[in-house]
């Protein structure tokens, strides 16, 4: 089982670097240079000199993402559904925002401790 999440960890990281590498590199293209070298060549450079400065780091921003998607999880359903009825909130609209708290809690704890 560890080696099938270490390997599900490895395309997720794999995907979200060549989803962030090109949106980086086509707006470089359309901010800074125009060259396709240049931009290519500072998207290049910038994963790198993180790596070396912050070790784990791309981990830890992984991390971060996953603590607010499944912030958004938890409470949109809940918001789209009070807004659809437009009802008071309920325990569970309550309980729910309470575990949503918990989790970014817990998920910033991580990175303060």
């Given at each position: 089982m560890e080696i099938f999440f270490k390997i599900l960890s490895l395309f997720a990281i794999i995907?979200?670097?060549i989803g962030i590498g090109l949106?980086?590199?086509k707006s470089i293209e359309?901010?800074?240079?125009?060259?396709?070298?240049?931009a290519s060549?500072?998207?290049c450079i910038i994963?790198?000199?993180?790596?070396?400065?912050?070790?784990?780091a791309f981990i830890n921003i992984l991390s971060f993402g996953g603590m607010i998607a499944t912030v958004f999880v938890i409470f949109i359903p809940y918001?789209?559904?009070?807004?659809?009825?437009k009802r008071q909130m309920d325990?569970?609209?309550?309980?729910?925002?309470?575990?949503?708290?918990?989790?970014?809690?817990?998920?910033?704890?991580?990175?303060?401790?």
């Open positions: 995907t979200s670097t949106g980086l590199k359309e901010t800074i240079s125009q060259s396709r070298v240049v060549a500072i998207v994963p790198i000199v993180l790596c070396i400065a912050i070790p784990n918001y789209l559904l009070k807004k659809k009825l325990f569970g609209d309550k309980l729910c925002v309470l575990f949503g708290i918990l989790v970014i809690l817990i998920e910033l704890s991580k990175f303060v401790f």
